[in-house]
Structures are given as C-alpha cells and as structure tokens.
C-alpha cells in the first residue's frame, strides 16, 4: 500500500479539492480526512456510513 | 473603553485576514478609533504581509517549561505520570526508567508538584515569538509566530494576548481556522465574534460547526458572508436556522481577487468594497454602542 498526505499552510487552497480530484481517478482507494476540526471531505465523496462510533479520551485528560 | 473583537471561521480560506486587514483600515476611517489588528493564527500569521509600512518595533521570544527527571533522585513512585493529563511521562520502576516526552508536555507544572523526591528540573524550550509593529507613528499591529513543530499555539496565543499594551479603542484578533483549542482561546476573552463564512458546501458545513461553538462559549456574534453570489445560497437558510444576524455580505468580484492576489486589499481599486463595509461596521458599531449602554449613533 501507498500512502500520500495532501497538505498546505494556507486554508482555502484546495487540500479537499485536490484529494477528491485524484481519488476520483483511483480504482482501490481509502480516503481519510483528517481535518478532524472543520472535515468536508464527505460533502464531495458523499460515502454510505457503515460504521460510526465516539472516540473517547482516558477520564482526566484534557 | 477598549472593544474586542474575534474574526474567525471553520474553514480556512473563507477571508479572515482580508476581512480582519479591511475592518482594521475602514474602521479607523470611519470610526476615527484607535483599531489594534493582532494575527492569532500563529501557525501561519499573514495580516503583516499586507502592511508594507510596517516597522517591527519589539520581538520577544515564548518559551514553555519542560520538566526532566533525573533519575539519580527519582524512587520511580510514578506519581508525576498518574498527575501527567497529557501522557507526557513514561516511568518504568523495574528497569529504572523515567522520562518526559516535550512535544506531549503541556507546561502544566502537576509534576512538580506531584513529586517527592525533587527529581524534576525544568528546561526552558522555545514555542514561538510575538512580534509588535508600528503602522505610522503608534503600535497598532501584533502577531504570533510559532516555532515550526511545536503544538503550543494556545500558549502563544495567551503570551500574546498578554503581551498587548493598553487600549481604550478596538482591538481586532484575527483567529486560526477550524473550531479546536486555538480558536476557543482567541474568542475567549472577546465582547464580539465576526464568523467569516463563504457560500459554497464546505464554507456553509464549516460556518454551522462555527455557529455552534460561538454559542457554545454564550458568546455575541454575527456573520458577514465573503464573496457573496458564488456558490449556494444555503449559507443564508443556516443564519436563519440559527437566527444569526447577518452583519453583512461581501460580493466577489474579480478584479477584487486579482488585487488580493499581489497583496492589495485597500485603497485605489480595491476602495470598491467600501460600502460594503460601510454596513458591516455599522452594524458591529451597534453591537458596541449596545454593550457600551448608549442606544443611537450619527452617521
């Protein structure tokens, strides 16, 4: 398997629109968002959820 | 009395700065105050690029204390690691190991407290620098500049806050993107929030996220909806869901972009989007007459 991060500084300059551009040439692919606080990823791929649960932190942490 | 505001936005790209650049520069104008412009995103600070007069006029250096355990003293009890929150020390008392983990140390100081046997000393690491300018004859912009690698925007964020000298005009914190630590730090103190959002599927998705933790944190706030005619009007079905006010839109305009796109965001050309924040300031204008107790204002 081959791993490829798309990253930028800047906001706004295409990260999700570069990742849906090359995954919609791609036969066998795993996509993952990783801008856990603002994803958008799903809005262009529009996935089916098969499985959604909570990520929980040890009691304690902050 | 000193006014604060937060200029912020889920998604990155939506127009902070130029929003954050241009409120600064009209509202001098037009509100003849005193308008202090301070870049809280300190991941990537832009709002100096866009002052070619600018003059750095003091650079202080932020440093985090990061604890080290020497282990000659150490009886490897482990209580600094059950006080760590952040999983920042590994103690291992069988093979006498016990050591820190810097980029997972928060500064917190639990460990000293936390240890008995005076093992622990603290180094000092550096997290990043804030930065003064003066724009004509006064200090009126201020940034923060994280040391590449390091997590402790929320620190750098509170150095620079803190760091500020006194205002009785209005102090503008131009905010990181996204809805996590930083962004809640920059807000945190502020009498007003500007949700920068654009209308397209991702701005709209974004804005709501923003929406929600404003009045998470019961914090006053209105939008102002940057290149406005682009992309869905569903951004304006979210304010109305949520009965946000809309400060007001900017329309996108080529010519516009084009100018941004070498650094220019006022004067000359660029002066087109003056009505348009015309508005704007005058309905953030209420917001701060209404906090201040006076009720009416002469245009």
Known sequence: MKELTVLSGKGGTGKTSVTAALASMATHIVLCDNDVDAANLHLLAQPVILEEYPFLRMAGQH | ?299
């Open chain 2, 1 to 299: 009395m000193c006014f604060k505001i937060a200029v912020v936005s889920g998604k990155g790209g939506t127009g902070k700065t130029t929003v954050s650049v241009s409120l600064m520069h009209y509202m001098r104008r037009m509100l003849k105050a005193s308008v202090h412009l301070v870049d809280c995103d300190v991941e990537e600070p832009n709002d100096a690029l866009f002052f070619s007069d600018k003059v750095l006029e003091a650079s202080k250096p932020i440093y985090q204390d990061i604890p080290e355990i020497n282990t000659d003293h150490c009886s490897f009890c482990r209580q600094c690691s059950d006080y760590c929150a952040y999983n920042a020390i590994v103690v291992i008392p069988t093979v006498k190991f016990a050591q820190v983990e810097p980029t997972l140390c928060h500064s917190c100081g639990a460990c000293s407290v936390a240890c008995k046997d005076d093992a622990i000393t603290l180094r000092q690491e550096l997290v990043g620098t804030v930065n003064h300018y003066s724009l004509g004859d006064k200090l009126l912009l201020s940034e923060g500049e994280l040391k590449v690698g390091s997590a402790m925007q929320t620190m750098l964020i509170k150095a620079l806050k803190k760091s500020l000298p006194a205002s009785d005009g209005i102090i503008i914190f131009d905010a990181p993107p996204g809805t996590s630590c930083s962004v809640v730090e920059t807000i945190s103190d502020v009498d007003l929030v500007v949700v920068v959002a654009e209308p397209t599927p991702f701005g709209v998705h974004d804005m709501e996220l923003t929406i929600q933790l404003v009045e998470d944190m019961d914090k006053p706030y209105g939008v102002v909806v940057n290149k406005a005619g682009l992309g869905t009007d569903a951004v304006y079905q979210v304010l109305t869901d949520y009965s946000s006010e809309l400060f007001g839109t900017i329309p996108f305009d080529k010519n516009y972009a084009k100018g941004y796109a070498i650094g220019q965001l006022t004067g000359g050309e660029q002066g087109r989007m003056e009505k348009w924040y015309k508005a704007i300031i005058q309905n953030i204008e209420r917001r701060m007459l209404a906090y201040e107790g006076v009720d009416r204002v002469e245009w």
